[in-house]
């Protein structure tokens, strides 16, 4: 089984910075691409920024220049580092990541979520 832990969030007042953690653990033979949601109350689910396996980055229109992902293949861990937030970036911050596991020989390919991490921003 796979588990995907995001931490980091928190209470930051605008023009912050915060930086968000999310640890894949469990039966991994690799990980492809990673990304970064958020949700806020009422509203969809969107994407913030993604990276692929060969660091490729892609981010939403709305945090570019403040948002930097990235990826330590190692630690089986990508980051969200956010500068100069907004209270319209409150939200709860979900890790994503496309996982191929190997069990008894045996090849998978799953969509692994995180629990998520509430970002508040407000003075």
């Known amino acids: 089984q796979v588990q995907l832990v995001e931490s980091g969030g928190g209470l930051v007042q605008p023009g912050g910075s915060l930086r968000l953690s999310c640890v894949a653990s469990?039966?991994?033979?690799?990980?492809?691409?990673m990304g970064w949601y958020r949700q806020a109350p009422g509203k969809e689910r969107e994407l913030v920024a993604s990276?692929?396996?060969?660091?490729?980055?892609n981010y939403a229109d709305s945090v570019k220049g403040r948002a930097t992902i990235s990826r330590d293949n190692a630690k089986n861990t990508v980051y969200l580092q956010m500068n100069s937030l907004k209270p319209e970036d409150t939200a709860v911050y979900y890790c994503?990541?496309?996982?191929?596991?190997?069990?008894?020989?045996?090849?998978?390919?799953?969509?692994?979520w995180g629990q998520g991490t509430l970002v508040t921003v407000s003075s």
């Open positions: 994503n990541a496309m996982i191929e596991t190997v069990g008894h020989g045996v090849f998978n390919r799953l969509d692994a």
């Open positions: 469990g039966t991994i033979f690799s990980i492809n691409a």
């Open positions: 990276i692929t396996s060969g660091s490729s980055t």
